[in-house]
Each structure stands twice: as C-alpha cells, then as structure tokens.
C-alpha cells in the first residue's frame, strides 16, 4: 500500500511540476575582445558588461577571452561556433565571414540615426545570414584613423614610402602608391624603429597603449574612415534568452552608444594631449588635397566593399554614407 501512495504521489508532483509555468535561468554570457583588456579602446565594452549586469534580468556577462587567448582574427570564428557568446571585435577582423563588415568603417552616419533608417537592421540581417551572429551595436563614432609617420610627409603622396598596413588600410595606402607592409600590431615599434617601415595607420586613441609615442614624429591631418567596434552575439546564444533578457541586451547597448559620445570627447582630448607632450606633430596639406585624400581612401573602401558584395553594397552605402 506504501508503494501504490508513493508512486501516486510521485505522479502528482510530476504533474504539478509539468504544469507549472517555467522559471527562466540566470545565465552567463562569455565575451571575446579583440584588443587587450586595459586601455582607452576598453573602457565602451567595460561600460557594456557593468550596464548589464546591472539589469536584473537574470543576466551576466563575463569577459573570457583576449588577444592572448584567441586571435583577434579568429574571434568572428569563435561567436560563430559559440566558443564565446559575444565578441567585441572590428569589421576587418572577420571579413572573411561577413565581407560587408568591411563597410563598417565608412559609415559617417552617426549610429543612433542607423537605428531609425534600417541600416542596423540590414546589418543584422546579414550577420544572421551570413555567420549566424545577431548585429547588436556599433561603437567608435567620430574617432578616425591618422597616417603616422617618421618622417614629415609633404603631400598626401606615399610613392616610395614603406607602411605598415592591414587588409582593413591596404586599399587606401596601395591607392597613395605605398609599399604595404602587412605585420601585427607588436611588431611596428621595432619595425618603425630599425627604420623597416617608414609609417603606420592608426586611431588617433591608442598609440601610447602599445607604446609607439617614442618612435612616432608626425600625425597626418585630417584622419579618414571612422574607428569602429561592433558587438556580435551567437544567434544560438540570442535564442536561447527570454525576450526580457534579450531587451536588456539591446537597451545596454543602445545605452553605451549613447555614454560614448561624451567618453569620446574625453578621450580625444587627453589623446591629443598625449601626442603633443611626445613632441608628435601635426601635418596639414591644403584644403583640396586634404578633400582629395578623403576621396581617395572612400574610394578605394567602397570599390573592395562592392566587388565583395555586389548584393548588398550598394544599400549599405545608401544607408550609412554620405
């Protein structure tokens, strides 16, 4: 008799327990960066996790992997397989998932009017199709790339001179007629030093976090393209939430695009400052040289970004550009 209640029993909670509503789980979200952790190009994704984490949404990102752990060229790879749940990662570093990331850096339309007109939208279309990655936000407006160099450079003319580039400034260099020298980040300050390379391209944050402030003599003004870092998530990951956590999610980014404006007018003035007390100065050609060397880098960007995606180019560019 003990055994027929018991298993009655049993059978009741069982019962009870499938017709219960379900009780979402705390989750904990693994982040990659593609930069080391410390730093000026730190602090967007810093303020991310601490925006999220504080929403109590049952929900926590941890920052998991850097650099040291997964190359930064291998990190799209890693939120595609859910080796990490997000990335924090530039569009040149995974190109070869997402050729239109390529684009991202030519966006000059600021990210919160890109919400309203559709283009995160497509951005995030793409990334799903193409890598199974939700699109959640973009940061570094406003912040462009320099040409920094050793020697003063008298026109925006590189013939005979030897840059360090990447496939993200390749196109811009080879069009200013420089021999592009493709090496990782930790090599230029022996690269510039021994005299291998006679310049570099490079936000204007961030050449005194990996000490290149003593081998640099002159900065290129104006700057060209814009400094971008997108946030990827596992659309795996993505599903995997409760539509409450998901805007959380979304709602913290939006909140970080909005807390960078005002961190980067901060960090471009104290970068500035830096350079200036390293003794770097600023090289200024005329008005239609600088206008033309803009032109120049555009154009070689977007020719790569059409023949790459010849079905979405052109409505990215009609989105983002102008």
């Known amino acids: 008799m003990m055994h ?12 009870l327990a499938a017709a219960a509503p379900a009780v979402a789980q705390d989750k904990t979200l693994r982040v990659g ?4 952790p410390q730093g000026v190009w730190h602090g967007p994704i810093a303020h991310l996790i601490e925006t999220v984490n504080a929403k109590d949404v049952g929900l926590t990102l941890e920052l998991v992997a850097d650099p040291s752990s997964v190359s930064p060229f291998q990190l799209g790879n890693a939120v595609q397989s859910g080796v990490v749940d997000m990335a924090y ?15 991202n850096k ?45 020697k003063p450079l008298e026109a925006p003319d590189l013939t005979g001179w030897n840059m360090r580039g990447t496939p993200l400034y390749r196109p811009f260099l080879t069009a200013l007629g420089a021999n592009v020298v ?32 003593e081998v640099t003599k002159y900065r290129v003004e104006p700057g060209f393209y814009n400094a971008e870092i997108s946030v990827l998530v596992n659309e795996n990951t993505w599903s995997g939430l409760t539509e409450e956590q998901q805007a959380a999610l979304t709602e913290a980014m939006i909140e970080t695009e909005a807390w960078f404006i ?17 003794g770097i100065e600023a090289i200024t050609f005329s008005a239609e040289e600088n206008a033309r060397m803009i032109e120049t880098a555009d154009a070689a960007a977007w020719a790569v970004v059409m023949e790459n995606s010849p079905q979405y180019g052109e409505r990215i560019k009609e989105l983002t550009y102008r």
Do not use: C
């Open 4 to 15: 027929r209640r018991s298993l009655l029993l049993a059978a009741a909670l069982a019962a």
């Open 33 to 36: 960066t593609f930069l080391a």
């Open 89 to 103: 990662i530039s569009g040149s570093f995974y190109t070869t998932l997402v050729p239109e990331a390529d684009a």
């Open 106 to 150: 030519l966006f000059n339309i600021p990210v919160q009017e890109l919400r309203e007109n559709g283009a995160m939208e497509l951005m995030d279309q793409i990334h799903r199709e193409r890598m199974g990655a939700v699109f959640l936000g973009k940061l570094g407006d406003g912040i462009q790339y320099h040409l920094y160099t050793a």
């Open 182 to 213: 493709q090496m990782q980040g930790s090599e230029v300050y022996p690269a510039m030093e021994g005299g291998v390379i006679d310049g570099y391209p490079w936000p204007l944050w961030g050449i005194g976090d990996i000490g290149l402030l």
């Open 262 to 278: 005002d961190y980067r007018n901060e960090v471009d003035a104290a970068q500035r400052a830096l350079q200036d007390e390293a």
